[in-house]
């Protein structure tokens, strides 16, 4: 089966536009999690989709983030107006199940860079 | 609120050498524990897991096992090669969605 996949790999803006991660996830899978790696920290939850829906969007920094998922399929999140701190990676993964300790399948990531 | 410590790297080793990675945890309740893994340019994988305590995960010659006494989850291989090059991320999970607390990460760099 395909894996997580993400686009674009990388990507370079400058501070005040706007730019928008989309993530495919495997097919059939009903979670989807967006999490992100600022430059040297921890990998951070941004949130969490069951199907369309937002389950948990705790971990979503401020309200220059903005994700949805279309129908349940892909999704997507859009950085509006971009800041330098938003730089890093930016990781998508999905997984059948929302059982805790059932491992998810990751993608490999969006290199954001705000210059 | 739940966090994950891990040894800073990065960890260089001669190939066939042992590795020890250390992961310690704070949670409350009973977590379920992860390593992922991610070698040069790709996503994040799923090494090994354990769901409760004295459970040890195991996989492609990588053991740890999930010490609630200590609240650690120490990843060890008893003999390294150089495609184990790669960044090691200890994680858990413990909320009903699943969601991932993520460790700093470990470099590790294995030389011929």
């Known amino acids: 089966e395909a894996g997580v996949t993400q686009f674009p790999s990388h990507s370079v803006i400058e501070k005040g536009q706007t730019v928008t991660l989309r993530c495919d996830p495997i097919?059939?899978?009903?979670?989807l999690y967006w999490y992100r790696r600022v430059m040297g920290k921890e990998i951070k939850f941004l949130l969490h989709?069951?199907?369309?829906?937002?389950?948990?969007e705790s971990g979503m920094p401020n309200n220059r983030f903005l994700a949805e998922r279309t129908g349940g399929t892909y999704s997507t999140l859009k950085v509006q107006p971009a800041e330098l701190e938003d730089s890093g990676v930016y990781f998508c993964?999905?997984?059948?199940?929302?059982?805790?300790?059932?491992?998810?399948?990751f993608g490999s990531g969006t290199r954001l860079t705000v210059v | 609120g739940d966090s994950v410590t891990q040894m800073e790297g990065p960890v260089t080793l001669s190939e066939e050498a042992f590795l020890t990675i250390n992961c310690t945890y704070t949670?409350?309740?009973?977590?379920?524990l992860f390593w992922y893994v991610q070698y040069p340019g790709e996503g994040l994988q799923l090494l090994l897991k354990?769901?409760?305590?004295?459970d040890k995960g195991s996989n492609k010659g990588f053991e740890a096992t999930y010490r609630k006494e200590t609240t650690s989850f120490h990843l060890e291989k008893g003999s390294v090669q150089v495609s184990d090059s790669a960044v090691y991320f200890c994680?858990?999970?413990?909320?009903?969605?699943?969601?991932?607390?993520f460790g700093g990460g470990t470099r590790l760099m294995v030389k011929p």
């Open positions: 993964a999905s997984s059948p199940r929302t059982s805790v300790g059932y491992g998810y399948t």
């Open positions: 097919s059939g899978h009903d979670n």
């Open positions: 989709f069951v199907k369309e829906s937002k389950q948990d």
């Open positions: 949670a409350t309740g009973y977590p379920s």
């Open positions: 354990a769901t409760k305590a004295d």
């Open positions: 994680a858990l999970s413990r909320n009903a969605g699943n969601m991932l607390t």
